[in-house]
C-alpha cells in the first residue's frame, strides 16, 4: 500500500494537531505517494534500527520518538541525527514519529502503562482546552434526522462515553431567494417561512472541514445556515497523563515491587512513603515531572513516571509518592501498542518489532 494510507490511519487515531508545541511528530523523512510492504517499530529511531530496517526489507520505520527535533543545518555524519537521516533517504527508508500526539489521546501510552499496572476508571490527567468547537445549524424538519445521522458519521457528538449528543429546538426559519436560486422549497423572489430544527452540537475542531462537508452534502437547501463557535472546554480525551484506582487498596513496598516487575524496571527512583494505602496512581510516560501538580490536585497518592531531577523530588512535599521507573521502561510497551493497532486495521501488512534495545541508559547493579 502507499505510505500516506498507513500515516493517514496512525493520524486518524492520533492527529498531530494534538503534538506539544516543541515535538516533531508525522513524516520526517519520505515522500507519502512511497509504496511500502513491511514497517519497523521502535521506540526510537537510532542508526542500529536503520541497519536492522535495511536488513528486514522494511520501508518505513515507525518510532515513537522522532529523531529530529530541532532544525539540521547540515548533513556530514557528524551526529547520529545527521547519520540517520542521510543513510535513511539514501537507502529510501521512510521515518515517521507518533509522539506526544500518541501520548495525549485516550488510547495511547498511558493506557498502555494504565493497563499494564491494572487500573480501572481511567481519564485523562491534564485535559487539553481549546480543542473544541460547537456547530449550529438550521434544517428543515424532514431532513433534521438525516443532517444529525450524517454529523454524528463524521465526528460529531461526542462527550466522555457518550455519542450522539446533539440539542434540538423547533423554530421558525425565513428567507427570500433571488433571481438566480431555485429553492428546495418555497419560490424566487418571495419570503418563504419554514417550520426548521436547529441542532447544536460539539466537535473536535481538526475535523471541521470533514463535517461541514457532511453537513453540506446531508442538507437539501442550496445555502446552508450554519454557525461555528470556538470553545474553551477541556476535550476529556485529548491531555497528558492519566489517573485511575487500583482495584485493592495496596501499601506501598509492595505497590512498588508490582510497578517493577510489571514495568520490568531494574530499578524506581521514588520520594518517602507517605505511609497512605495506594489506590489513586497517576501515569505520565516519559518526562512527566510537569504533570505532578495535577496528580496531586487529583488525589494521586502515587505518581509514576520519569526523568526526574534531583531537585524536582523535594517537590512531593509529602503529598505523594513520586516514583522515577526511567523513560524507556515507562514507554517501552508502546510498540506493541502500536503493533496492535496497525494489525487490526491491515491485518495482512507486514509489521515488525525492532530487536534493537534502544535503550541509552545502562544499568550497572
Ligand atoms: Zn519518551
Redesign the pocket.
Known amino acids: 500500500m502507499k505510505l500516506s494510507a498507513l500515516t493517514a490511519y496512525l493520524e486518524s487515531l492520533a492527529p498531530l494537531v494534538y503534538q506539544e508545541d516543541y515535538d516533531n511528530a508525522g513524516l520526517i523523512v519520505g515522500n507519502p505517494d512511497q509504496e511500502i510492504s513491511q514497517a519497523l517499530l521502535s521506540?526510537d529511531c537510532t542508526e542500529a534500527v536503520v541497519d536492522e530496517a535495511i536488513a528486514t526489507g522494511c520501508q518505513v520505520i515507525i518510532s515513537?520518538?522522532p529523531i529530529v527535533f530541532r532544525g539540521l543545518k547540515k548533513f556530514n555524519g557528524k551526529t547520529y541525527v545527521e547519520r540517520v537521516v542521510e543513510k535513511a533517504i539514501r537507502k529510501g527508508i521512510a521515518l515517521y514519529a507518533i509522539?506526544t500526539n500518541l501520548?495525549n489521546v485516550m488510547q495511547g501510552?498511558n493506557t498502555r502503562i494504565a493497563d499494564t499496572l491494572g487500573l480501572k476508571n481511567c481519564r485523562i490527567l491534564a485535559p487539553k482546552h481549546n480543542l473544541l468547537k460547537k456547530l449550529i445549524t438550521f434544517v428543515p424538519q424532514s431532513h433534521a434526522d438525516e443532517v444529525r445521522n450524517a454529523l454524528f458519521a463524521a465526528g460529531a457528538g461526542n462527550i466522555g462515553n457518550y455519542s450522539e449528543v446533539s440539542f434540538n429546538a423547533e423554530g421558525v426559519g425565513t428567507f427570500k431567494g433571488n433571481e438566480f436560486t431555485d429553492p428546495h422549497v418555497g419560490e424566487q423572489g418571495k419570503r418563504h417561512r419554514e417550520n426548521e430544527i436547529c441542532i447544536q452540537t460539539i466537535y473536535p475542531a481538526n475535523l471541521e472541514s470533514k463535517i461541514i462537508m457532511a453537513l453540506i452534502l446531508a442538507h437539501p437547501y442550496e445555502e446552508v445556515a450554519y454557525d461555528l463557535v470556538p470553545l474553551t472546554n477541556q476535550h476529556q480525551q485529548v491531555g497528558a497523563g492519566m489517573i485511575g484506582e487500583l482495584e485493592v487498596p495496596t501499601n506501598q513496598e509492595s505497590f512498588l515491587f508490582h510497578v517493577k516487575d510489571k514495568m520490568r524496571t531494574h530499578v524506581i527512583r521514588h520520594t518517602a512513603f507517605t505511609h497512605k494505602p495506594i489506590k489513586k496512581v497517576a501515569v505520565c510516560?516519559?518526562?512527566g515531572g510537569f504533570l505532578l501538580k495535577h496528580a496531586i490536585a487529583a488525589g494521586a497518592d502515587i505518581f509514576i513516571t520519569?526523568d526526574y531531577k534531583y531537585h524536582e523530588f523535594f517537590d512531593a512535599e509529602g503529598k505523594i509518592v513520586i516514583a522515577d521507573i526511567g523513560?524507556?521502561e515507562?514507554?517501552q510497551f508502546?510498540v506493541q501498542l502500536l503493533y496492535e493497532i496497525i494489525r487490526k486495521k491491515f491485518p495482512i501488512f507486514a509489521v515488525r518489532l525492532t530487536e534493537v534495545n534502544t535503550n541509552p541508559v545502562k544499568y550497572f547493579i
Open positions: 521506540l515513537h520518538h509522539h501520548d501510552v510516560g516519559g518526562a520519569a523513560h524507556f515507562s514507554e508502546t
